[in-house]
């Protein structure tokens, strides 16, 4: 019974909930910033660059003969991946950035030390000096 009971805590704990709802709304975040990318950001780039699109560049390494198809390396899949990556590690960081702020305002500081708190802590470091000489 207890391998259960260890189990249904780990699997509800609140890191793991945590987790996976992050890994969820990742994945949807993944497939918003693709669409960005491929849609609103690769076309200009391309026409800037004389109207390549990325993702059918690659390099030949041998020609398809009959029914074996080509063997290429897909240099415009990888260019783009990278384009995906920077783009989503910039709006992650971005988010991170505006919750953090959001956080730090909503830590309050500590209350003042009360005069009896204060004569207290003055008494504790007193105590410390002696005992270290």
């Known amino acids: ?9 780990f ?8 987790l996976a709802v992050g890994i969820i709304i990742g994945a949807a975040f993944g497939k918003i910033v693709t669409s960005v990318v491929a849609d609103v950001v690769m076309p200009p780039i391309g026409l800037l660059i004389g109207g390549v699109n990325f993702s059918d560049l690659v390099i030949t390494l041998k020609e398809a003969v009959g029914d074996k198809p080509a063997v290429v390396i897909a240099i415009g899949k990888f260019i783009q991946t990278i384009i995906d990556f920077t783009i989503i590690a910039f709006a992650i960081f971005i988010l991170v950035k505006v ?35």
Do not use: H
């Open 1 to 9: 019974m207890s391998i259960f009971k260890d189990f249904k805590d």
């Open 11 to 18: 699997a509800v704990r609140g890191n793991v909930v945590d």
């Open 99 to 133: 919750i953090n702020k959001v956080k730090a305002k909503e830590v309050a500081p500590p209350p003042p030390l009360t005069a009896q708190e204060t004569l207290l802590t003055e008494i504790r470091d007193l105590l410390k000096q002696q005992q270290q000489k």
